[in-house]
């Protein structure tokens, strides 16, 4: 979009008298021959080059009768995307290549080409046919990132973002199927990404200092799946739209990125809803501070989103009971944004308690909120008078359960009691549409049948005359079978002669005077008379009136309706909130989770606690009780927990149990365990696992290295951190020389840290560094097999087993056997290099003799386990 163009829409509909004709130039429309243009298509180029100029790259859809078509390279390119034949529309001198869907399909295909990344613009036809060019106009501008119609949206959020650089990183994020919009300003790129993932926005607007500058934006494009548009990101523009949409410039924006990044996306989704935007009414500026830090590595080793493989399950998958979308959307947002204030956690505690602890009421809620639409989504259509009559009339049903849910709610304070403040009934509103909106009303306004009787008496007067005439009509057959002694005649319609009387061949000799033919056919013929041409033109008239006056009255309705937006809005929050509190209260008591208690010393205690994601897969496969659970303890003097053991043992399970019970803690919820002792954190930051970045050319060792990084900059005295094999990538000697010297760092920094590694040689930190304790998952080898106990207890494992669980992979024994035998050998180098190692760095002149015993003790006792 050229920069200072105004981001408001033209008017898109166009008919021939309004076009020149034109040469076919070979960029505007693919074919053959030389000639000019024919009209519609002429129409078409106007309006794909006008659509082309705002959404570069978008897909006209034309519609044509009941088709919706694509002309010349745009025909190639949609018979590629949908699958769809290629043809041609040919006229005398001139040949071109088409692809078109029907209309019935419409919704599919649209569907198809959002998900593949392409913007949509539908061209409807907006007038009768005639004898003419038909006139069209640009009804609809779909991209991933700004639908508002249910008919593509799913329940999840669907963001729009935009992003702006000045001092450090301004990101926008606008949902415009509900409203919500909120910024935020980064310091590093790396937050910024962060965020971005946390949000997981489906199409991003980049500044022209980001896109146009080609190592950040393949940067960026190797780390997002995304869309990415072009914007006006200038700053008079960005504060001209914060004012149009805001009626101001809202005080927060103190900075010129922040104000270039909200006006861009406001000006974008401006385009996209064609001006209209009143669903977004307040801004929200948010600090990433105020939530504990989740970077993206935390959410993709936790699996809180999205699970590692297709068939697998997420934490989010697990936790969502909810009964609406709206809460299905909130808890979302809870999970990507724990809290850091323990009374506000607490607060959320005490509601999923209440919940919990009352079996009747839990069902009651939830079989009431079962009863209720999107009402966050069906506010913000209100609020642009889009809502379709159907969507009006789920508004009324939604908020007529507002007062039963705040009946529910009534004897209980606390969160409970402010969500029952905020369920404001709304009676004014369900009584208008009560009153205009008959109980199951058409899918589009227009099409008859809409309005109540008895709302508007110039409507139930029309209705009656029409009714009139049809009555006569209806009794027609009977009067004129009497009156003509013609026993068999009939009344018909259809839609060439409109209403007739059919005679059969027997008894035309019996036809009167004033019938006239207007058919013959083989047995029988059809004929009309005067009145009943004018009763037909009358009842159509009726109708026509009829319609036009339900339209002008559901449009005034949704227009009165749009002056409740703010209360609909706030009552769909509360409604959100309930249903999540409902839904983790229903995880809690279905699968004997525990409420935490708050730590008063910063300390962690988890007794015989569970995997959520891993119990609740167990027993969805029908091994319920299958999990074997574990205790955790951090701080009162140990802080580090360094856990050795075998592969397919339990390690990551371990380390994954406590983060997901820290970060369950913090949104409110119950956790998974028998008790639960926790303390507030400011970020979880993990490194589990392998991963590469083939196509930004890192390694899996400097993907490794690069997390490492920034959780060793990022980590406090209040973090937790869970790592597992860090140092894995390299050589052992520099693997273990880093593993070490993290290991060390974080227990200088005070963080709570647990650290899976299979260097055995760092179990020997015990002894130097006070608060670092062994622990180890129980494996025993007998008889040749591997048994996994997947109970973590105190100590340093004996060995890793990697040979047996090689053996138990099912590589071949002679692998396997040979494997055994070097690894004998490897052991006894290894050993004697370590106390070489050890030897080098003992200062003997200040060896005591009994010191000197220990460390010949130690030796031994290590020359009697390898011999052994």
């Given at each position: 979009?050229?920069?200072?163009?105004?981001?408001?829409?033209?008017?898109?509909?166009?008919?021939?008298?309004?076009?020149?004709?034109?040469?076919?130039?070979?960029h505007t429309l693919k074919g053959t021959g030389s000639g000019t243009?024919?009209?519609?298509?002429?129409?078409?180029?106007?309006?794909?080059?006008?659509?082309?100029?705002?959404?570069?790259?978008?897909?006209?859809?034309?519609?044509?009768?009941?088709?919706?078509?694509?002309?010349?390279?745009?025909?190639?390119?949609?018979?590629?995307?949908?699958?769809?034949?290629?043809?041609?529309?040919?006229?005398?001198?001139?040949?071109?290549?088409?692809?078109?869907?029907?209309?019935?399909?419409?919704?599919?295909?649209?569907?198809?080409?959002?998900?593949?990344?392409?913007?949509?613009?539908?061209?409807?036809?907006?007038?009768?046919?005639?004898?003419?060019?038909?006139?069209?106009?640009?009804?609809?501008?779909?991209?991933?990132?700004?639908?508002?119609?249910?008919?593509?949206?799913?329940?999840?959020?669907?963001?729009?973002?935009?992003?702006?650089?000045?001092?450090?990183?301004?990101?926008?994020?606008?949902?415009?199927?509900?409203?919500?919009?909120?910024?935020?300003?980064?310091?590093?790129?790396?937050?910024?990404?962060?965020?971005?993932?946390?949000?997981?926005?489906?199409?991003?607007?980049?500044?022209?200092?980001?896109?146009?500058?080609?190592?950040?934006?393949?940067?960026?494009?190797?780390?997002?799946?995304?869309?990415?548009?072009?914007?006006?990101?200038?700053?008079?523009?960005?504060?001209?739209?914060?004012?149009?949409?805001?009626?101001?410039?809202?005080?927060?924006?103190?900075?010129?990125?922040?104000?270039?990044?909200?006006?861009?996306?406001?000006?974008?989704?401006?385009?996209?809803?064609?001006?209209?935007?009143?669903?977004?009414?307040?801004?929200?500026?948010?600090?990433?501070?105020?939530?504990?830090?989740?970077?993206?590595?935390?959410?993709?080793?936790?699996?809180?989103?999205?699970?590692?493989?297709?068939?697998?399950?997420?934490?989010?998958?697990?936790?969502?009971?909810?009964?609406?979308?709206?809460?299905?959307?909130?808890?979302?947002?809870?999970?990507?944004?724990?809290?850091?204030?323990?009374?506000?956690?607490?607060?959320?505690?005490?509601?999923?308690?209440?919940?919990?602890?009352r079996a009747d009421l839990r069902a009651g809620v939830r079989a009431?909120?079962?009863?209720?639409?999107?009402?966050?989504?069906?506010?913000?259509?209100?609020?642009?008078?889009?809502?379709?009559?159907?969507?009006?009339?789920?508004?009324?049903?939604?908020?007529?359960?507002?007062?039963?849910?705040?009946?529910?709610?009534?004897?209980?304070?606390?969160?409970?009691?402010?969500?029952?403040?905020?369920?404001?009934?709304?009676?004014?509103?369900?009584?208008?549409?009560?009153?205009?909106?008959?109980?199951?009303?058409?899918?589009?306004?227009?099409?008859?049948?809409?309005?109540?009787?008895?709302?508007?008496?110039?409507?139930?007067?029309?209705?009656?005359?029409?009714?009139?005439?049809?009555?006569?009509?209806?009794?027609?057959?009977?009067?004129?079978?009497?009156?003509?002694?013609?026993?068999?005649?009939?009344?018909?319609?259809?839609?060439?002669?409109?209403?007739?009387?059919?005679?059969?061949?027997?008894?035309?000799?019996?036809?009167?005077?004033?019938?006239?033919?207007?058919?013959?056919?083989?047995?029988?013929?059809?004929?009309?008379?005067?009145?009943?041409?004018?009763?037909?033109?009358?009842?159509?008239?009726?109708?026509?009136?009829?319609?036009?006056?339900?339209?002008?009255?559901?449009?005034?309705?949704?227009?009165?309706?749009?002056?409740?937006?703010?209360?609909?809005?706030?009552?769909?929050?509360?409604?959100?909130?309930?249903?999540?509190?409902?839904?983790?209260?229903?995880?809690?008591?279905?699968?004997?989770?525990?409420?935490?208690?708050?730590?008063?010393?910063?300390?962690?205690?988890?007794?015989?606690?569970?995997?959520?994601?891993?119990?609740?897969?167990?027993?969805?496969?029908?091994?319920?009780?299958?999990?074997?659970?574990?205790?955790?303890?951090?701080?009162?003097?140990?802080?580090?927990?360094?856990?050795?053991?075998?592969?397919?043992?339990?390690?990551?399970?371990?380390?994954?149990?406590?983060?997901?019970?820290?970060?369950?803690?913090?949104?409110?919820?119950?956790?998974?365990?028998?008790?639960?002792?926790?303390?507030?954190?400011?970020?979880?930051?993990?490194?589990?696992?392998?991963?590469?970045?083939?196509?930004?050319?890192?390694?899996?060792?400097?993907?490794?290295?690069?997390?490492?990084?920034?959780?060793?900059?990022?980590?406090?005295?209040?973090?937790?951190?869970?790592?597992?094999?860090?140092?894995?990538?390299?050589?052992?000697?520099?693997?273990?020389?880093?593993?070490?010297?993290?290991?060390?760092?974080?227990?200088?920094?005070?963080?709570?840290?647990?650290?899976?590694?299979?260097?055995?040689?760092?179990?020997?930190?015990?002894?130097?560094?006070?608060?670092?304790?062994?622990?180890?998952?129980?494996?025993?080898?007998?008889?040749?097999?591997?048994?996994?106990?997947?109970?973590?207890?105190?100590?340093?494992?004996?060995?890793?087993?990697?040979?047996?669980?090689?053996?138990?992979?099912?590589?071949?024994?002679?692998?396997?056997?040979?494997?055994?035998?070097?690894?004998?050998?490897?052991?006894?180098?290894?050993?004697?290099?370590?106390?070489?190692?050890?030897?080098?760095?003992?200062?003997?002149?200040?060896?005591?003799?009994?010191?000197?015993?220990?460390?010949?003790?130690?030796?031994?006792?290590?020359?009697?386990?390898?011999?052994?």
């Amino acid at each position: 979009m050229p920069a200072g163009r105004p981001n408001m829409p033209t008017s898109r509909s166009s008919k021939a008298s309004n076009l020149t004709p034109a040469r076919v130039p070979a960029h505007t429309l693919k074919g053959t021959g030389s000639g000019t243009l024919p009209p519609m298509l002429q129409q078409y180029v106007a309006m794909r080059d006008e659509v082309q100029e705002e959404f570069p790259g978008a897909l006209l859809l034309f519609q044509v009768g009941d088709f919706y078509e694509t002309f010349g390279e745009d025909a190639e390119r949609a018979a590629r995307l949908l699958g769809l034949a290629l043809t041609h529309k040919s006229s005398k001198d001139f040949s071109t290549p088409m692809a078109g869907v029907p209309l019935r399909t419409l919704d599919a295909q649209i569907e198809k080409l959002l998900s593949q990344g392409v913007r949509v613009a539908v061209a409807d036809q907006v007038e009768e046919p005639g004898s003419g060019l038909v006139a069209r106009e640009v009804t609809q501008l779909l991209t991933p990132g700004t639908l508002t119609d249910s008919r593509w949206l799913s329940a999840d959020e669907n963001y729009l973002a935009a992003v702006a650089t000045g001092e450090g990183y301004a990101l926008a994020l606008l949902d415009v199927s509900t409203g919500e919009f909120r910024c935020a300003a980064f310091h590093t790129r790396t937050a910024l990404y962060d965020e971005l993932s946390r949000w997981r926005t489906r199409e991003v607007l980049l500044a022209p200092e980001l896109s146009e500058n080609g190592a950040l934006l393949a940067d960026f494009q190797s780390r997002f799946a995304v869309m990415l548009s072009p914007a006006n990101f200038g700053e008079a523009a960005a504060e001209a739209e914060l004012r149009a949409v805001l009626g101001e410039l809202p005080g927060t924006l103190d900075s010129p990125a922040l104000r270039r990044a909200c006006g861009a996306v406001l000006g974008y989704a401006r385009l996209t809803q064609q001006g209209r935007l009143e669903m977004v009414r307040r801004l929200t500026r948010f600090q990433p501070g105020a939530h504990m830090a989740l970077p993206d590595s935390t959410l993709r080793a936790l699996e809180v989103f999205t699970p590692h493989s297709p068939q697998g399950l997420s934490l989010m998958d697990v936790l969502c009971e909810t009964r609406t979308a709206g809460g299905r959307r909130r808890l979302r947002a809870w999970l990507r944004a724990p809290l850091l204030d323990a009374l506000s956690i607490a607060a959320r505690q005490d509601g999923v308690e209440t919940l919990f602890a009352r079996a009747d009421l839990r069902a009651g809620v939830r079989a009431l909120l079962y009863r209720a639409h999107d009402l966050e989504r069906l506010a913000a259509r209100v609020s642009t008078r889009r809502a379709t009559p159907r969507e009006v009339a789920a508004l009324a049903r939604t908020l007529e359960l507002l007062p039963e849910a705040a009946e529910l709610l009534i004897p209980f304070d606390g969160l409970l009691g402010g969500i029952r403040a905020r369920l404001e009934a709304l009676p004014d509103v369900v009584q208008a549409i009560r009153g205009a909106l008959v109980d199951e009303p058409p899918i589009r306004a227009g099409e008859g049948g809409l309005i109540r009787e008895g709302y508007s008496a110039e409507l139930d007067a029309l209705r009656a005359e029409a009714l009139a005439h049809r009555a006569y009509l209806a009794d027609l057959e009977g009067t004129e079978r009497e009156r003509t002694g013609i026993s068999g005649l009939k009344v018909g319609f259809n839609g060439v002669f409109g209403y007739y009387l059919e005679v059969s061949r027997a008894q035309l000799d019996k036809v009167p005077p004033d019938y006239h033919q207007v058919a013959t056919l083989k047995d029988r013929a059809r004929f009309t008379r005067p009145d009943l041409r004018e009763r037909e033109r009358e009842i159509a008239r009726l109708d026509a009136a009829a319609s036009a006056l339900e339209l002008q009255v559901f449009t005034e309705l949704r227009s009165t309706l749009a002056y409740s937006a703010d209360a609909l809005a706030e009552a769909a929050g509360a409604l959100a909130e309930l249903d999540v509190l409902a839904a983790l209260a229903e995880v809690a008591a279905g699968r004997g989770w525990v409420r935490p208690q708050p730590s008063e010393d910063a300390s962690l205690e988890l007794t015989q606690a569970r995997h959520p994601v891993v119990e609740y897969a167990l027993s969805q496969a029908g091994q319920a009780g299958a999990f074997v659970p574990n205790d955790a303890a951090l701080g009162k003097g140990r802080h580090t927990l360094l856990l050795t053991g075998p592969n397919m043992a339990g390690k990551s399970t371990y380390l994954r149990t406590v983060a997901l019970a820290a970060l369950l803690h913090q949104i409110g919820a119950f956790v998974p365990a028998e008790a639960a002792t926790l303390p507030v954190y400011d970020a979880i930051h993990t490194r589990i696992g392998a991963s590469d970045d083939l196509a930004g050319g890192r390694s899996t060792f400097m993907v490794e290295m690069s997390e490492l990084a920034a959780i060793l900059h990022g980590a406090t005295a209040q973090s937790l951190v869970i790592l597992d094999e860090v140092g894995r990538g390299t050589s052992t000697l520099d693997g273990l020389a880093i593993a070490q010297a993290a290991l060390e760092h974080l227990h200088r920094c005070g963080a709570h840290t647990l650290f899976a590694t299979h260097y055995f040689e760092l179990t020997r930190l015990e002894a130097d560094l006070p608060g670092l304790v062994n622990l180890h998952v129980a494996a025993e080898e007998a008889g040749g097999s591997l048994t996994f106990f997947h109970q973590v207890i105190p100590g340093a494992a004996r060995q890793s087993y990697g040979v047996e669980v090689a053996r138990l992979a099912g590589l071949p024994a002679q692998v396997t056997g040979r494997s055994a035998e070097l690894l004998a050998a490897l052991s006894v180098q290894g050993d004697d290099r370590a106390i070489r190692q050890e030897l080098a760095a003992l200062d003997l002149s200040r060896l005591t003799p009994l010191e000197a015993l220990a460390v010949l003790h130690r030796w031994k006792s290590g020359a009697g386990e390898g011999a052994g």
